[in-house]
């Protein structure tokens, strides 16, 4: 069936390093792919997303490259911040008026 | 999160009693969503209602039901606690433009 495969973490980085992490999916059809992202004691907001093959989204300084060839979605950022750590989930939705399809989530921790 | 509103935030209950989590959100979605977080374990869905009147299960539906009240409220109900439901459950709504709107979430500890 379809489903959203992420890195596991926890994933400990120092301020400014280079973040990636990784997601990969199985589904039919052409799906559309996600990032959401859930801080300390509060619900999931959307991060960024892509709709189709070799769409690149991007927010916060974050990006994310739809690659239907490798069938990943993988997260980075150039240089992250004490503020960006939080749980880190990979989602896909393979049609719309669907629920999303969510990866585990990556936690992230960064310290100054 | 403006738009998707869970009451209560936190609830402790003893094993065997019933709760109702509510629900609600002034955005005129149609679709609106229950799931629930475990560590480990990402999202999972436990019931959805793709319109007023109609409800479906998802994933884990055992031992919940739902209500779609009216086209802003869907309420979650454990008829009766067990631990196993201990979790954080969340509220959704499906927006056209952003898939899915969370709610802040419930935290529910069963002892």
């Known amino acids: 069936g379809d489903s959203v495969t992420q890195m596991e973490g926890p994933v400990t980085l120092s301020e400014e390093a280079f973040l990636t992490i990784n997601c990969t999916y199985t589904?039919?059809?052409?799906?559309?792919l996600f990032w959401y992202v859930q801080y300390p004691g509060e619900g999931l907001q959307l991060l960024l997303k892509?709709?189709?093959?070799?769409d690149k989204g991007s927010n916060k300084g974050f990006e994310a490259t739809y690659r239907k060839e490798t069938t990943s979605f993988h997260l980075e950022k150039g240089s992250v911040q004490v503020s960006d750590s939080a749980v880190y989930f990979c989602?896909?939705?393979?049609?719309?008026?669907?629920?999303?399809?969510f990866g585990k989530g990556t936690t992230l921790s960064v310290s100054s | 999160n403006a738009g998707v509103t869970q009451t209560p935030k936190f609830q402790v209950l003893k094993t065997g009693q019933s709760m109702t989590l509510q629900c609600a959100q002034d955005?005129?979605?149609?679709?609106m969503y229950w799931y629930r977080q475990d560590p480990g374990m990402g999202l999972r869905l436990i019931y959805y209602?793709?319109?007023?009147?109609?409800?479906d299960k998802g994933e884990v539906p055992n031992g919940y039901n739902v209500s779609r009240l009216n086209k802003r409220e869907f309420s979650l109900r454990l008829e009766s606690a067990a631990p196993s439901q201990t979790s954080v459950y969340f509220c959704?709504?499906?927006?056209?433009?952003?898939?899915?709107?969370f709610g802040d979430g419930t935290r529910l500890s069963i002892l």
């Open positions: 989602a896909l939705l393979i049609q719309a008026g669907t629920a999303l399809i």
């Open positions: 589904a039919t059809g052409y799906p559309s």
């Open positions: 892509a709709t189709k093959a070799d």
């Open positions: 955005m005129n979605h149609n679709s």
């Open positions: 209602s793709a319109s007023e009147g109609t409800t």
């Open positions: 959704a709504t499906l927006d056209p433009v952003q898939p899915q709107h």
